[in-house]
């Protein structure tokens, strides 16, 4: 396959528009990991379908830290099928960096592009994915936004494509047999799980390039409580187990034990993502959907020695939204 580098785009922020629906975004709270102008959350809006369900329709619009929403014009919002038709009823695959400063999906040519937020764009090559339906697409950006994993779902399992962002390059593969689950907190090791034979239930890191580091087979407290995230050593596996007292745990794949388990007190929600974002510290995403109102969501960094809990930012999802995508981180 040719991974060549294709040419840069610096589109910058010329397609980009502000809607009056700003002012719906909440406003943010204190935010020692993201930029207030970086991006919080991608959602694209519902609308009718002639059935009377809803669909997607519109622009993805970026929800920003400082309040304000930007128009993405030139993103796919509507899936489209292995044969270039329109899906109708599934969005587009879209993934914004823990950082909040890039964001990646599909553009209205059909290739994967990576927009940094106030600058250019990197178009990937037309083959740098297989012709498959983009719904079966999964795009996943890492904190820092320098590496992008494109995995495939469906049938037809395909290796998990991982690209350096700033050039469009394919660095490495992971094996189709491997779930990708995350990146590690430094993006530059990839996390994995696979059901394995008679029931058990397998971690796997390997390098942004493909090559194993390790693999281990959990407890259950590890592997029925999902989902993981990996830390910048390549084998310190985080989950949290909810319920009345919630607890972090902290897993070695090297060793194959569980190093931790501390108490934590969290607000209300269920745990949407996960990610190391320091040394001691993990980031928890936590939804909590709300059916007459708009889905509530809350940050909390999580010091993994002390199990102190500090929220880190609080919002409300567009009240019209049909999806979205969080920031990771």
Known sequence: MNTKTMAVAVLGLALLGTPAAAAAVAQPAANDHSSHHAIR???????????????????????????????????????LTAKGTSSIYQAAPISVSGDGSKVAYFNRQGRLAIRTLGGGVTVLPK??????AQYNITLVLSDDGRRLAAMQSGGDRRPVRVF?????????????????????????????????????FDLGAYTDTGALIDRATPPQLVSA?????????????????????????????????ITSRVKVKLPAGGVHMIDWTGPSQVTLHLEEYRETRPT??????????????????????????????????
């Open 296 to 329: 509530r969501m809350t940050i909390v960094q999580i010091d993994v020695v002390s199990g102190a809990v500090k929220i880190r930012d609080r919002y409300e999802v567009l009240a019209d939204s049909y999806v979205f995508a969080a920031c990771g981180g």
């Open 225 to 257: 409580n999902g989902p993981h995230a990996l830390a910048d050593d390549g084998k310190t596996v985080a989950n949290l187990v909810a319920g009345a007292k919630p607890e972090l745990v902290l897993y070695d794949m090297r060793v194959e034990k």
């Open 41 to 79: 959350y991608a959602s694209v809006k519902a609308c009718a379908a002639a059935d009377g369900t809803r669909r997607p329709c519109g622009f993805w619009r970026l929800a920003l830290h400082d309040g304000s929403v930007q128009l993405l014009k030139d993103a796919q919002v509507v899936a």
């Open 127 to 132: 083959n740098a994915l297989p012709p498959v």
């Open 164 to 200: 350096d962002t700033a050039t469009g390059a394919r660095v490495g593969t992971i094996p189709a047999a491997e779930n990708f689950a995350d990146f590690s907190g430094d993006g530059d090791e990839v996390l994995t799980t696979n059901d394995g034979d008679e029931g058990t």
